[in-house]
């Protein structure tokens, strides 16, 4: 048990990490890194929309060969073509693509500081608990230290038959269930490091002291997740606009100009003689309209509406649960200052009942099951009163959470 104990400890003897360097690890975080490059994605497909109704050029070139016993007196040896075109009115369905493209990527950024928000939130819960964890842990450990002492005291006495058996073997059962729980508490700390490591790509040893400054008045600031959402609402909106567009005209102007090199660049018929053109140039105005699809479009665009209307009432619900969340951070605030408050004043009442027990059983007018109950006492209300000040810290992250405040910038 011992062994395992010396073993378990081992991870937590090392550089003590910061809770700074836990956030600047967040950010290279693999899933933000995904994010980042979803973002990316969505600004270019946003710059393609913008680009596609630009006046377009295009170019193409041919070469033919035709054997000299099968050509005709027009086949075509060299060809070449440059088009432009312009799209002169498509019924604002330019206006709304470029529209909904844009919404969808503000939509992807937003989404990307969230994630970021909410992992760094996770990762400063778990520094947070690991930290609780292993104030439970060195008072598990004062408490062994402790109870080998009394052990080592009852064992003297117990030879000159001065204390009876069952209180020296009280004692060292207990002294071994606090090693058994120490060694629990171990392994729950390595599973949380491990966590912790995952989410930041750093390696977990011990945990240095980490502060947030104190909430001042709430801010109205929108959450990443609300303006997400909001712009994902006008995208849907735009887009069912693109489909009422579809049933407008559209009008293309589009100048072609062609060169062609023939085998033969003469045509003779009889007595005339032709010579075919190398170079012609064509101006097109093309209209088109839709007039009958048996109502696909009006489909689409119902579907988008309604899509639409299902994101907008998505989004109240969403902005009523945020509300009330900032509400309750803001209890959460309270309740951890009043658990410190009594949790101080416990772990002093505590430490005074243990040390007077602790008199009264090396003087033997108590038995161990008293002291024993005074010693638990004592050791649960140091780790609790550390526990609280810990969970006061994660109440505070929560906190700027709920408000879309960068928790870095909070740290002391």
Request: charged share 25%; hydrophobic share 35%.
């Amino acid at each position: 048990m011992k062994k395992l104990i010396l073993l378990l400890s081992l991870p937590l003897l090392g550089y003590a990490i910061t809770l700074s360097e836990i956030l600047e690890g967040v950010a290279k975080n693999g899933l933000i890194q995904s994010s980042k490059l979803s973002t990316q994605a969505q600004k270019h497909a946003y710059e393609a929309t913008k680009s596609a109704y630009w006046p377009s050029l295009k170019a193409q070139a041919a070469y033919s060969y035709v054997a000299e016993s099968e050509r005709s007196f027009i086949d075509t040896q060299y060809s070449g073509a440059l088009t432009a075109s312009l799209v002169l009115f498509d019924g604002f369905k330019r206006g709304h693509l470029i529209d909904a493209q844009k919404q969808r990527y503000e939509a992807m950024k937003a989404y990307s500081k969230q994630t970021l928000q909410e992992i760094s939130l996770q990762a400063v819960t778990l520094f947070f608990n690991l930290r609780s964890l292993q104030s439970s842990m060195e008072a598990t450990r004062q408490k062994i230290e402790q109870l080998k002492r009394e052990v080592q005291r009852l064992e003297r006495l117990f030879s000159v038959r001065n204390v009876r058996e069952d209180e020296l073997e009280e004692m060292k059962a207990a002294q071994a269930m606090a090693e058994y729980e120490l060694a629990k508490q171990q392994q729950e700390s390595l599973t949380l490091s491990y966590t912790l490591q995952t989410l930041t790509g750093k390696e977990i040893t011990q945990l240095g002291r980490a502060h947030f400054t104190e909430p001042k008045e709430p801010s109205q600031k929108v959450s990443f997740d609300i303006q997400a959402k909001r712009f994902e609402t006008q995208a849907l909106k735009h887009q069912a606009e693109v489909e009422t567009a579809s049933y407008w005209p559209t009008l293309l102007l589009r100048d072609t100009l062609s060169g062609t090199q023939y085998y033969a660049s003469e045509l003779s018929l009889g007595a005339t003689t032709f010579t075919l053109p190398e170079t012609t140039n064509k101006v097109e105005l093309v209209a088109s309209l839709t007039l009958v699809d048996f109502g696909a479009q009006s489909q689409q665009r119902q579907k988008l509406y309604l899509q639409h209307k299902a994101k907008a009432s998505e989004l109240a619900y969403k902005e009523q649960e945020i509300d009330h969340k900032r509400k309750l951070a803001h209890v959460q605030l309270q309740t951890a200052r009043a658990k410190i408050a009594s949790a101080e004043l416990t772990l002093k009442a505590s430490k005074k009942s243990y040390e007077f027990r602790k008199r009264g059983f090396k003087a033997n007018l108590l038995d161990s099951t008293v002291y024993l109950d005074a010693l638990t006492r004592y050791f649960e209300a140091k780790a609790l009163y550390d526990r609280s000040q810990n969970d006061y810290e994660v109440a505070k992250a929560s906190y700027y959470f709920y408000y879309a405040i960068n928790l870095k910038e909070k740290l002391q």
